[in-house]
């Protein structure tokens, strides 16, 4: 049985993770209580987790021709992810991302460099277009230029190709930029920078997707971490809870396992309360363990969840 096509866009940085008790002041050096170098970036990490979730993955990005951009090529090799539309650019460094993880609650502070990838052009989004016409579901995310963006809902809109933004990181968009999008998948900070008001409860929050749906999206996906998230479309409003699968080790990660998940369930048909619920679980596992893209579980350790749920 072929695996359903997704298309994804989006930046691949090497992350660079820092464990601390604090982050230091300015003038100020501690010393980490762990680190660790491993693959990330948002585009990234969601092809990983859905292509372990069961889906046939197509990345689309650039990265730089240097030992970062080895190990993105590398980790594409190892998880089936069709690479085609990874470009190479001699001139530009692959991206890299600081996070710092607090020891003593697992969350996370992040700070991005996309390198090579903020050079990726309208055009070359255009020559991607065969494997966004191929898929049943394209991802999008706020770390590419956003006129790059902007190309690649207009290209899956172009071929009937349902839309998925992850509006992160957060800022203002443009209110043009909302009819392009299926499902828009803020985290409560995301879901601020979107309505100017404060996102910190569910009510706020049903507030806010309400507002977004005004905007012309089609649905609205508010992440609330511990909370689980809130769906709401023009006919709904449901609140699907957090799965609970261990003690929380790191959250970073999380909000691209989420969609990941989700993104495969969509694929596969799954009505979108369902598909939220799937996403959770993949979120779910992924705090469990160290790393981003590392962290991502496999479809049966997701599927086993949702049983035992």
Not at 14 to 26: E, G, N, S, T, Y
Not at 116 to 139: D, H, K, N, Q, S
Not at 167 to 174: F, H, R, Y
């Amino acid at each position: 049985m072929a695996l359903p096509k997704i298309a994804i866009q989006g930046v691949f940085v090497a992350d660079l993770a820092f464990r601390a008790a604090r982050l230091p002041m300015m003038g100020e050096t501690l010393l980490s209580n762990g680190f660790k170098l491993g693959p990330g970036g948002k585009g990234s990490n969601q092809s990983v987790a859905a292509a372990r979730a069961g889906a046939d993955v197509a990345f689309i990005t650039k990265i730089g021709a240097d030992p970062f951009g080895e190990m993105a090529r590398g980790l594409y090799a190892a998880e089936g992810i069709d690479s085609g539309h990874v470009l190479t650019d001699a001139q530009r460094p692959t991206g890299a991302a600081f996070i710092f993880i607090d020891s003593r609650t697992g969350e996370n502070a992040i700070i991005i460099e996309a390198g090579a990838a903020a050079a990726l052009t309208e055009a070359e989004m255009e020559a991607a277009a065969p494997a966004i016409a191929g898929a049943r579901i394209f991802v999008a995310q706020l770390e590419l230029p956003l006129p790059v963006v902007r190309r690649g809902l207009e290209i899956a809109r172009r071929h009937g190709v349902t839309t998925i933004l992850n509006p992160a990181p957060a800022m203002a968009l443009p209110d043009d930029l909302y009819p392009l999008v299926d499902y828009l998948t803020p985290n409560e900070t995301e879901a601020e920078s979107l309505v100017d008001f404060a996102v910190d409860s569910g009510q706020q929050a049903e507030r806010a997707a309400q507002v977004l749906l005004a905007k012309g999206v089609g649905a609205v996906v508010v992440t609330l971490g511990a909370k689980g998230a809130l769906l709401k479309n023009r006919s709904e409003c449901i609140h699907i809870p957090a799965f609970s699968a261990g003690e929380v080790v790191e959250t970073a990660g999380a909000g691209d396992a989420f969609n990941g998940g989700f993104a495969l369930a969509l694929a596969e048909g799954r009505p979108v309360a369902e598909a939220v619920r799937f996403g959770c679980a993949v979120a779910g596992i992924s705090v469990t363990r160290p790393g981003t893209a590392p962290s991502m579980p496999r479809r049966d350790e997701v599927e086993a969840l949702l049983r035992n749920a």
